[in-house]
């Protein structure tokens, strides 16, 4: 997982470089755990069923930084891992690994408000995926 | 300087000159020391952005606590014609009426001081602080949830929690015409277990008192002498709001191609205010505007429980609402522009409305003095209380700042404080901390704000709002 902070007065702005989609992904659950609760370890107990259509991939990575997100703040799960299924330019199906907050273990960082369409960036590169993000905070 | 398109006006203005795609000027209100800390930042960019948009009706403003956000700056304030012009949710954020409100108790810094580290730990079990924080006391059933979207703080004061006084003190009276069935299930479900709670981030519960008087009379009418103690609530709409903005942003990213508006920023996404689009937003957003009311209405009832345990019943009753502001709204107001008398929708994200004395829409006990404006500064200085002018009412669509503005990033913040221990040294300084998450008190430094002195002083000085006293905190709940 490569990503770095990029400068931003008020907000989280993150810089996301991965050798392909799937691993882009990968590291958008990776960059939200990290989000969530910093270094604390977040174990793969639970599974859950995630599934998004969204006719564009930049809409897609939104949607699903979005949804976790969700799933945090209405139930307290935590995602560890992400096992994609089917992966293909408007669709992202595949398992969430994960397990519900748990404050003996879990050091809350700081609320994320939202995952913003500011400055947004999702393009293919030489490399592989890059990606820009604004969290609101 | 920022940019050859800027100039310098007077003292505390700046012109940003209208250039390609702008429809207007952009206006900001700064010192010469508050725009170089502007430097590098891409608000200004920013205000150039919000001119780009339909219906845009006098200049786009920015407040002296202006910093980067996203689509708007956070400080911006623009106004937009009601047949021409657009509502964006960009232009309101996704803390829909993030907010501030001020109680003053009976009680004096002396009397306090003795037990403040009690007073402080009451109110830090008694208002969840923190991500997620919900409370195991307040479960709203989906028919009570549409009852609170509708009413607001109305619905608090109905089952006991606050009275009729309270609402007076409240912008709006703490209730705008709202559509609860516009608010998306998912919204509802985010918001559902956290009413009464204050969040995490710069959200607070403030114990602080009446340091400095500017401007007696008004302080007199407001109750602030020099050592009362008051009680700071901010925060807003909580899971639901967010999610209100995040539905509507997504709605009017296809909406702004529906209706070919051109956009600089996908986050300034927008639709005509007479479309569809544009009510249905409108509709849910006041709806997450009366969470957010009724929100700071409960936690100002247990603000109250706690005075009264910690000291009697009466402290607890009189210790009454000062006032309550939104500073992240989108309100349709009658202004005068260019001698003439329009309806406008004036966006306010970061900024607080400022109306004049004599505004029919300010409570009596406050018409001859103006509208009491609350800006909160960071944990460690001061903050101030103001009130509304006729210049504000003629410049800025009765608007001014909201608070102090970021100047360092949460990350650099955090960088900064790492090695220090940000609770003692308050401390030692007189103010006591309780916080859900040491990270969040990290990225909170005092620091890490602008001093909102400069800030305050920028907005007198202009005549876009007049200080009538300083607050100095000393006690802190932090998310």
Known sequence: ?137 | MPSPNVQQIDDYRWRVRRTGGMRTDGLIFADRALMHDLEGDQCIQQVVNVAHLPGIVGPSIAMPDIHWGYGFPIGGVAAFDEDEGVVSPGGVGYDINCGVRLLRTPLSVEEVRPKLARLMDRLFQNIPSGVGSSRSDVRLSPKELDRVLSQGAQWTVERGYGTERDLECIEANGALPADPDAVSQRAKERGKNQLGTVGSGNHFVEVGYVAEVFDEVAANQLGLHPGTITIFIHSGSRGLGYQVCDDNLDTMVQAAGKYGIDLPDKQLCCAPLKSPEAKRYIGAMNAAANYAFANRQLMSHYVRTALRDMFSEDVSSQSDLVYDVAHNIAKFENHVVGGKRRRVCVHRKGATRAFPPGHPEITERYRDIGQPVLIPGDMGRYSFVLVGTAGAFAETFGSTCHGAGRRMSRHQAKKVARARNIPRELEDRGILIRAASKRTVDEEIPEAYKDVRQVVDVVHGAGIGRKVVKLVPIGVVKG
């Open chain 1, 1 to 137: 997982m490569t990503y770095r902070y990029l400068p931003h007065t008020a907000d989280i702005k993150v810089a996301i470089e991965a050798p392909s989609l799937e691993a882009l992904f990968h590291d958008g659950v990776t960059l939200t755990r990290q989000l969530l609760v910093g270094a604390s370890p977040v174990e793969s107990g639970e599974q859950h069923p995630v599934r998004l259509e969204i006719p564009d991939r930049q809409e897609l990575l939104l949607a699903f930084l979005r949804d976790l997100l969700y799933r945090y703040e209405t139930s307290g799960f935590l995602p560890a891992g992400l096992v994609i299924t089917r992966l293909d330019t408007d669709c992202l199906e595949g398992q969430l690994l994960g397990e519900p907050f748990d404050g003996t273990r879990h050091a809350p960082e700081p609320e994320v408000k939202a995952v913003t369409r500011h400055g947004l960036v999702v393009r293919e590169t030489d490399n592989g995926w890059y990606a820009e993000v604004v969290f609101d905070v």
